[in-house]
C-alpha cells in the first residue's frame, strides 16, 4: 500500500472521459492506453512506416492521451495522493463544465499537435487554478531537474517562472494542446504532410471537448509509463 502512495512523479492533466470516442482515437494514435496499460495497434500512415510512426509518437505515449495543466512533480514531504486528491477535489468544486470546440492540427516548437481554434478563458483559468492551489504538493525541482528543463531555450521570464511554479509554460505562457508527435527530427521533411494528412484524418470526428473532469495521472519509478489514476469531475 505505502508505495501505491509514494509514485515518483503525478501530473495533473486533463483527459477525456475513458469511455469517450475522444480518448479512445487519441490512445489509438499514440499506441497505449493509459487508463488501462494497454498497447494498441497505431493507425497506419500512407508513406510512413510502421517503426517511424512509433519512434515518432514514443515521447507522448510515455505521458498518455492528455493535456497538461500542471507538469509532473514530486510529491511535497507530508504528502500524499490521499491529500493531493483532497486538493483536486477542492479545485473543483464549484466549477461549471465548458466546451472546446473547433480544433486545429499544428507545429510547436517542432512537434505536431491538436489545439482548440479558441481557448475560452475558463481554461486559461483552470490552467491558473491548477498551477497556483496544487503548488504546496509539489517538492521543489531538483539541480538536475532544472537542469534538464534549461536545455530547453528559455527567456529571463519563462527562467523565472521555473524557479516559482517548476515548469516554464505557465499563465500568459500556457499553451493548452495534445502532443501528437515528439520532435519531428525522426522525420524527413518530405513526409510531415503525409503525418499531418494521417492525423486529420484520424482526428476528423473530434469536434467538441466537454472540459468537465481534471485527471490524475503517476508515473510509479522514474521511466515508467504514466497511467491515468483517477478522474475528478467538477461539481457545480
Known amino acids: 500500500m505505502q508505495a501505491e502512495l509514494s509514485p515518483y512523479r503525478v501530473a495533473i492533466y486533463y ?36 517503426e517511424l510512426l512509433t519512434g515518432l509518437t514514443s515521447h507522448p505515449r510515455r505521458y498518455g492521451w492528455h493535456a497538461t495543466l500542471k507538469a509532473p512533480f514530486q510529491l511535497a514531504p507530508g504528502h ?39 481557448s475560452p478563458p475558463e481554461l486559461s483559468q483552470l490552467a491558473a487554478d491548477c498551477v497556483r492551489q496544487l503548488h504546496r504538493f509539489a517538492a521543489p525541482l531538483s ?24 515548469y516554464p509554460y505557465v499563465f500568459a505562457h500556457f ?11 525522426l522525420l524527413p521533411v ?16 473530434v469536434s467538441v471537448a466537454r472540459v468537465d473532469r481534471v ?11 504514466f497511467q491515468l489514476l483517477e478522474q475528478i469531475q467538477f461539481t457545480p
Do not use: Y
Open 143 to 166: 539541480e538536475a531537474a532544472l537542469a534538464r528543463r534549461r536545455l530547453a531555450p528559455l527567456s529571463l521570464e519563462e527562467d523565472a517562472l521555473l524557479l516559482a511554479w517548476g
Open 80 to 118: 500524499t495522493l490521499s491529500t493531493l486528491r483532497t486538493g483536486v477535489q477542492q479545485l473543483c468544486q464549484g466549477r461549471k463544465p465548458f466546451d472546446l470546440a473547433a480544433w486545429d492540427l499544428c507545429t510547436m516548437d517542432g512537434f505536431l499537435s491538436l489545439r482548440p481554434e479558441h
Open 190 to 205: 518530405n513526409l510531415l504532410p503525409l503525418l499531418m494528412l494521417a492525423a486529420k484524418s484520424h482526428f476528423h470526428e
Open 15 to 50: 483527459a477525456p472521459d475513458t469511455l469517450s470516442s475522444a480518448w479512445q482515437m487519441g490512445s489509438k494514435w499514440l499506441g497505449r492506453n493509459a487508463a488501462t496499460g494497454q498497447q494498441l495497434r497505431q493507425p497506419a500512415v500512407a508513406g510512413i512506416v510502421k
Open 215 to 225: 485527471s490524475i495521472f503517476i508515473e510509479p519509478r522514474p521511466g515508467d509509463d
Open 175 to 185: 499553451q493548452f494542446h495534445f502532443s501528437l508527435t515528439g520532435p519531428f527530427n
